[in-house]
Each structure stands twice: as structure tokens, then as C-alpha cells.
């Protein structure tokens, strides 16, 4: 079945380590996203991709990194620099056309705490 | 600047009851897109629908119905005939388009509803 898998679904971390998530899609997308939904809010954008080998900052880039080699994966590492790393993080990706307004699909989540 | 309202936190319902989730969106552009989607317990984000500015026409589908009125920048959510599956968070999302770019990137999100629909 097509869709984007997230892994793992749940993480546990020790401050001071660096942690990577992975995404990876077999819709064919080009586009791919990171969000982060902290308890009771909204999401808000991490980074994002629109081709292979590159990406962009989103509103909350601020001790992330992400790698983009390959068109169907997309690893969000979480930084030691991240203060407050706990939160439910979710990938998601997009067509990329001529055609704004491209729906966004998501992967089911990780959630990731810091111990 | 782009903004997304969710006012109802928290909305509980008995099964059958109808019931409606607000959102109000905030943009000065003159094309743009909506979106609805629906959380459920297991995390995942379920893509609900998308509406572009220039298409008012409310839509429906099966037991779920938008009313999108510009004139108040509203784009409401109605469930008919509520069920215990229905229980989630729902999120409004604004979009905007840019001549030239694919914008669709920049999802502005609400802060959500919870919806509990109750046996």
C-alpha cells in the first residue's frame, strides 16, 4: 500500500544525545515536511523539502537537522541544541506541480521524550 | 499576517447529535486554500477536504458537510448524526498561493478541536 512510515513510533532520549527520526514515502512525492505538534496545539512546521538535495528551514528549524539523498526519505535528527525536544513529531509530503494548494499527507507520527 | 481560529477546545456530544466545529482564517491574499483534517487517537493526521477561495459551493459528503463563507472568512465543519467513531481532533489549515511557486508548503494550522462523541 502506498503512504509515508514513520519510525520509530515511540523514542526515548537522554538529554545531551542526538536523535534521528526516519520518513520514509512510496507516493511518489517530491515534496516532504517535518512538523511538530506539542500537547493541545496546532503543528508547526520543522523543515521541508520540495526536491532531492535540498531543503528549507521551517518557522522552528532551531536545533533540527534534516538530510534529503533520496526522493522517498526524509530524517529528521533531533540536536542536543533542541531544548525541548519532547513532542509528537509528524512527517508528511506533497505532490510538487505547477498547481498550488497541494493537499499534505501525513505518516502517523513519532513521539519522542526526553529523560 | 496568516492565522488559523479554532475557538471550541473541547466540544462532548451524545452519539446522533449533529454538531459543528468553527474555524476562522485570517489571510490577505486572494487565492488561497482550506483544509480539514482529523487526528485520531492513533496520531495520524487524516486528510478531510480542501477548498479553494474561489469555489464557495458548500460541500457534503456521506454523514460530513463545509460551509465555506468568505464573508465572514469562515470555514465550518459539520458532522450529522454524530458516532463514537468520530471522536478525534480536527484541524483547520489555511494554505496560500503564490504566482510561480508551489506555496503548499506553508500549512498554517489551527489549534484544534476536540470532539468526544459519547455513547
Known amino acids: 500500500d502506498g503512504g509515508i512510515t514513520q519510525s520509530p513510533k515511540y523514542l526515548f532520549r537522554k538529554e545531551g544525545q542526538n536523535v534521528t527520526l526516519s520518513c520514509e514515502q512510496n507516493?511518489?512525492?517530491?515534496?516532504m515536511y517535518w512538523y511538530r505538534q506539542d500537547p493541545g496545539q496546532g503543528l508547526r512546521l520543522i523543515y521541508y523539502?520540495?526536491?532531492?538535495?535540498?531543503?528549507q528551514k521551517g518557522d522552528i528549524a532551531e536545533g533540527y537537522s534534516v538530510s534529503r539523498e533520496k526522493k522517498e526519505s526524509f530524517p529528521l535528527t533531533v540536536t542536543s541544541a533542541q531544548k525541548n525536544p519532547t513532542a509528537f513529531y509528524l512527517c508528511?509530503?506533497?505532490?510538487?506541480?505547477?498547481?498550488?494548494?497541494?493537499?499534505?499527507?501525513f505518516g502517523e507520527g513519532s513521539w519522542l521524550t526526553v529523560v | 499576517a496568516q492565522k488559523v481560529t479554532q475557538a471550541q477546545t473541547e466540544i462532548s456530544v451524545v452519539e446522533k447529535e449533529d454538531v459543528t466545529l468553527d474555524c476562522v482564517y485570517e489571510?490577505?491574499?486572494?487565492?488561497?486554500?482550506l483544509f480539514w483534517y482529523k487526528q485520531p487517537p492513533s496520531g495520524e493526521l487524516v486528510f478531510l477536504i480542501r477548498?479553494?477561495?474561489?469555489?464557495?459551493q458548500n460541500e457534503i459528503s456521506g454523514r460530513y458537510s463545509w460551509n465555506f463563507q468568505k464573508s465572514t472568512s469562515s470555514f465550518n465543519f459539520t458532522i450529522t448524526a454524530s458516532q463514537v467513531v468520530d471522536s478525534a481532533v480536527y484541524f483547520c489549515?489555511?494554505?496560500?498561493?503564490?504566482?510561480?511557486?508551489?506555496?503548499?508548503?506553508?500549512?498554517?494550522f489551527g489549534s484544534g478541536t476536540r470532539l468526544l462523541v459519547r455513547p
Open positions: 508528511a509530503s506533497s505532490r510538487r506541480t505547477g498547481t498550488p494548494g497541494n493537499t499534505i499527507y
Open positions: 507516493l511518489n512525492h517530491d515534496a
Open positions: 523539502s520540495q526536491i532531492v538535495n535540498d531543503f
Open positions: 489571510t490577505r491574499d486572494t487565492t488561497y486554500y
Open positions: 477548498r479553494n477561495s474561489f469555489d464557495e
Open positions: 489549515a489555511l494554505s496560500e498561493a503564490r504566482s510561480g511557486m508551489d506555496s503548499s508548503y506553508k500549512l498554517i
